[in-house]
């Protein structure tokens, strides 16, 4: 099955407010990545963390990973209805370095 | 230094027929990698390459599906007799070689994606 996978599935705040969307997966890793999406657009690459990392920051955007529990968050603070789009995790494992996505979390922001 | 370069953007092909989808890595990329996303699902990994040389196929249906990364010009995805079933979007992905060693990883950057459309 999956390796990276996402929930909720769909998620929709108004705009301020704050959009926690969680990853979780099976196998040990190299690095997880979270990609947005835009509808019917390409990938925008928004932040990787390593395996050997916790939390990271950018801008709005905060990731953690828990490796005991296999499973990263990704927060985007302060909402913005541009902030609408999907967003992917994506893994790496330890040899290899091709992607393994999750299922993706549909999020909505209303202005 | 332009990015990863994916044509046609879009391609409709009949039932039947072969698509051919075509990506140039960015400047300095040996190795290329394909996905396919099925309508409102995640990216799913077929096939990694570099020059002349398959890496790792295993994602790619075993039959009708072929690719290809020449020593000169980009790499190509190729579908024989394309069933309704293929339509998607197929993204391309680049990065530079594994000089690290196996636990070592090298940032993919993806191109715009090619939606096929199988009528």
């Known amino acids: 099955s999956q390796q990276g996978e996402e929930d909720p599935q769909a998620l929709s705040i108004q705009e301020g407010e704050n959009a926690t969307m969680n990853c979780s997966y099976k196998t040990s890793i190299n690095n997880l990545q979270w990609y947005r999406q835009n509808s019917g657009r390409g990938l925008v690459h928004l932040i990787l963390i390593r395996s050997n990392e916790r939390e990271k920051h950018s801008g709005r955007l905060r990731v953690t990973l828990d490796t005991s529990k296999k499973s990263s968050s990704l927060l985007i603070t302060a909402s913005r209805a541009a902030d609408t789009a999907s967003y992917f995790c994506?893994?790496?494992?330890?040899?290899?370095?091709?992607?393994?996505f999750g299922g993706g979390t549909r999020l909505m922001v209303k202005p | 230094n332009a990015g990863v370069m994916q044509n046609p953007r879009h391609l409709v092909r009949r039932r039947g027929q072969e698509a051919r989808l075509r990506c140039s890595p960015m400047?300095?990329?040996?190795?290329v990698y394909w996905y396919r996303q099925l309508p409102e699902e995640g990216l799913k990994f077929m096939v990694y390459l570099q020059k002349e040389n398959i890496i790792d196929e295993s994602g790619m249906p075993k039959e009708r599906f072929s690719a290809e990364f020449p020593k000169e010009g980009p790499s190509i995805l190729r579908i024989q007799q394309v069933v309704r079933g293929d339509s998607a979007a197929y993204f391309c992905?680049?990065?530079?070689?594994?000089?690290?060693?196996?636990?070592?990883?090298?940032?993919?950057?993806f191109g715009p994606g090619t939606r096929l459309t199988v009528l």
């Open positions: 994506a893994t790496v494992f330890n040899a290899g370095n091709m992607l393994t």
């Open positions: 400047k300095g990329h040996s190795h």
């Open positions: 992905a680049s990065s530079r070689g594994l000089a690290g060693g196996p636990s070592s990883y090298n940032e993919q950057f």
